[in-house]
């Protein structure tokens, strides 16, 4: 029997869609997405409230089952459906690892290159330089860590790299300059290697992410 579709609930810009729709083509899982008018308010319909009441993307319906807040979704979804695979470790040391990339996704990729980003292709009413200068405090340590491993959590992929691609790869969209940080380059080339890598679109509009 066939897999069905997992409806993606997303916007096509944000980074925190991205994981969840780059991490399903990861795993060969067929998506069906779903995209919201975020510049119209689709986001904070009561239709879309009752499934997400902090109105915010990504949001998975896998059969029924509807779960949002993409670092969430790709434990679910790695649990789930990567049988024996190494995108998320139940070793304790290798675990925690992950987590701790899931964290610095959640902080501060979020208000450094994520916000960045916000400013300049969005319009956001942010501090810019403050997240120019948290953005550069983060490479720098990811640049430092990447001397020494391919992936950011071991020597091979996991969901921590999903996590943290998109906003990195997008980081020159707000201003932030990746030219410094050749460890940090090369790694965003080794995930975009990956077998059934999909890259986030580039056109501009606005959203609201998770």
């Known amino acids: 029997m ?14 925190h869609a991205h994981r969840v ?15 919201l008018d975020m510049a119209n308010g689709a986001h904070k319909k ?3 409230l009752a499934i997400n009441p902090f ?21 679910y979804l790695v649990k789930k459906y990567d ?20 964290s610095v996704a959640a902080g501060p990729v979020a ?5 960045a980003r916000l400013v300049t292709v969005f319009g956001a009413q942010l501090n810019a330089d ?23 959590a071991g020597d091979t ?22 030219e410094d940080y050749p460890n940090v380059r090369a790694w965003l080339q080794r995930v975009e290697a990956l077998p059934n890598f999909v890259p986030m679109a580039r056109t501009a509009a606005g959203l609201q992410s998770s």
């Not at 208000?111 to 916000?115: D, E, L, Q, R, T």
């Not at 403050?130 to 950011?152: D, G, P, W, Y």
């Open 21 to 35: 729709q780059l991490m399903l083509s990861l795993l060969k899982l067929p998506m069906e997405p779903v995209d």
């Open 46 to 48: 009561p239709e879309f």
């Open 130 to 152: 403050e997240a120019i200068t948290r953005s550069h405090v983060l490479l720098k340590v990811m640049n430092s860590e990447l001397a020494n491993s391919q992936f950011l």
């Open 83 to 102: 049988d024996g695979g190494s995108w998320l470790s139940d070793e304790p040391v290798a675990a925690a690892r992950i987590q701790r990339w899931l």
């Open 111 to 115: 208000y450094g290159p994520a916000s």
């Open 55 to 75: 109105g915010q993307v990504p949001v998975i319906d896998d059969n029924g089952t509807i779960l949002s807040d993409s670092n969430a979704i790709l434990v």
């Open 2 to 15: 066939s897999q069905p579709a997992i409806k993606l609930y997303r916007h096509p810009l944000s980074g």
């Open 157 to 178: 992929a996991t969901i921590a790299d999903v996590a943290n691609y998109a906003y990195i790869a997008h980081a020159p969209e707000g201003n932030v300059s990746l």
